[in-house]
């Protein structure tokens, strides 16, 4: 598994349009765009730059292109999770979880459902 380059928070929008309709021309997915609608050819060109980046693949269809998402949200999700825990943690995942027990984000409670979860899967 490649390394893949990260995203803007445009790509992530675009690519999100994959994950949610699959496969797609550019005119579709400008069609699902927010007012006010980006330009065609600025859409084609992040469509381009995810294809670039790994994300995306396509089908050819005589002169058009049909893209699709190469990487699922699940696995863009562990990826991102796997980043931010390399490089805001030191890889330590006990270092995460006790930050979020410290900022009270996460209950004793939910920090012990979680371990029942772990033991149970074992």
């Given at each position: ?16 349009c ?23 050819n600025?859409?084609s060109?992040?469509v ?5 980046k790994?994300?995306i ?16 949200e699940?696995?863009y ?13 030191g ?11 410290e900022e009270?984000k996460l ?11 772990i033991?149970?899967?074992?």
């Amino acid at each position: 598994e490649k390394e893949r380059k990260k995203l803007t928070q445009k790509e992530e929008e675009i690519l999100s349009c994959f994950w949610a309709k699959g496969a797609m021309f550019v005119r579709e997915l400008l069609g699902l765009q927010d007012e006010p609608k980006p330009n065609y050819n600025t859409l084609s060109t992040i469509v381009r730059t995810l294809e670039e980046k790994g994300y995306i693949g396509y089908k050819q269809y005589g002169n058009t292109y049909q893209y699709y998402a190469l990487v699922s949200e699940d696995e863009y999700r562990k990826a991102s999770l796997n980043n931010v825990v390399d490089k805001y943690f030191g890889k330590s995942y006990a270092r995460v979880v006790s930050s979020l027990i410290e900022e009270e984000k996460l209950s004793i409670d939910e920090l012990q459902e979680l371990i029942q979860k772990i033991k149970n899967k074992s």
